[in-house]
């Protein structure tokens, strides 16, 4: 990319694919958020892969994607497809990034091949635990139907976690009930 001290392989121009398909399989699930912004980022604290987007010397858009594996700050590191790998600053990177995200997260077994976590009940009971043990977890309530007392503890845990309260167990929640939980993923670093 021009400029960008990115030295990453462009795509085709337009819109980028969507890397989900390829990249989801045993038990790991791909999240793609296409309005994200850097305290997503910094709150998931993951690896995530960016689409960059510059104009070129004839106006025409480039796309790049590239994995963010360290942001502090001032600084963002980003590797390409190749292992390259580059730093720059978080303000050139708001200029080169518009949001869009793309992540992998590994699934608890019970929602391994996508079970739905409101209808199965081994997910039911493993999110019933992990909403019980996160830090800031309020007595679990003692009446009520069991849906609506999870809806409502999720809820809670998205407040918490400053994300959107619809009580669903989505994937942004899932990870984040992963992070909360300690489970062992990859995570953002730092610095290089």
Request: charge should be positive.
């Amino acid at each position: 990319m021009e400029g960008a001290g990115v030295p990453l392989e462009p795509q085709a121009h337009g819109k980028s694919a969507d890397p989900c398909p390829a990249l989801a399989r045993g038990g790991v699930q791909c999240y793609r958020n296409r309005k994200a912004g850097l305290a997503l980022v910094r709150q998931l604290n993951r690896p995530v892969l960016l689409t960059l987007v510059s104009n070129n010397r004839n106006g025409q858009a480039t796309r790049v994607n590239a994995v963010l594996v360290a942001l502090n700050e001032e600084d963002a590191w980003l590797e390409g497809a190749n292992g390259s790998q580059t730093m720059i600053p978080v303000s050139e990177l708001a200029s080169l990034w518009h949001g869009e995200i793309t992540t992998l997260w590994r699934a608890p077994k019970v929602l391994a091949e996508g079970a739905d976590p409101a209808t199965q009940p081994e997910a039911q009971e493993w999110l019933d635990e992990q909403l019980s043990n996160w830090p800031g977890a309020k007595a679990k309530p003692t009446s009520g139907r069991p849906t609506a007392v999870r809806r409502e503890r999720i809820r809670q845990f998205q407040l918490a976690q400053g994300i959107t309260p619809d009580g669903q167990a989505g994937p942004l929640t899932l990870m984040l009930l992963n992070r909360a939980a300690g489970v062992a993923e990859p995570r953002l670093r730092t610095g290089a």
